[in-house]
């Protein structure tokens, strides 16, 4: 099992810019896909961004509302995954949790289906002001 724990959230103004982390706890060369996702009260948990090491190159996955905007990495030496969101708007408000899977393709681990990954972070909150 993996432990994934979330940090960098807070509250901020419309258009300013938070970082996300999430440290995981053994190598994440075990871990091929992962993946930060949202859930603001009453909705439904989504797939914001995934980034996939299977291949020869990392693979990123943005969902729309994120592209241009926020910014999927990986640090391996450091077992972390980062999010860096800019611009920031108050629709963004939510927890914003980290995941991680063992995927077999990049097309796979790209689709960010909630019920794909094995293994969540508690959550960082993220509250955006207009």
Not at 5 to 29: D, F, K, M, T, W
């Amino acid at each position: 099992q993996v432990v994934l724990a979330e940090s960098g959230g807070g509250s901020v103004e419309a258009g300013g810019s938070l970082r996300l982390s999430c440290v995981v706890s053994r190598s994440i060369h075990l871990t091929n896909c992962m993946a930060w996702f949202r859930q603001a009260p009453g909705q439904e948990r989504e797939g914001v961004a995934s980034i996939y090491t299977g291949g020869s190159i990392p693979t990123t996955t943005y969902d729309d509302s994120a592209k241009g905007r926020f910014t999927i990495s990986q640090d391996i030496a450091e077992n972390t995954v980062y999010l860096q969101m800019n611009s920031l708007k108050p629709e963004d408000t939510a927890m914003y949790y980290c995941a991680a899977a063992w995927s077999e393709a990049s097309w796979w681990c790209g689709r960010r289906r909630t019920a794909d990954f094995t293994d969540w972070g508690q959550g960082t909150q993220v509250t955006v002001s207009s």
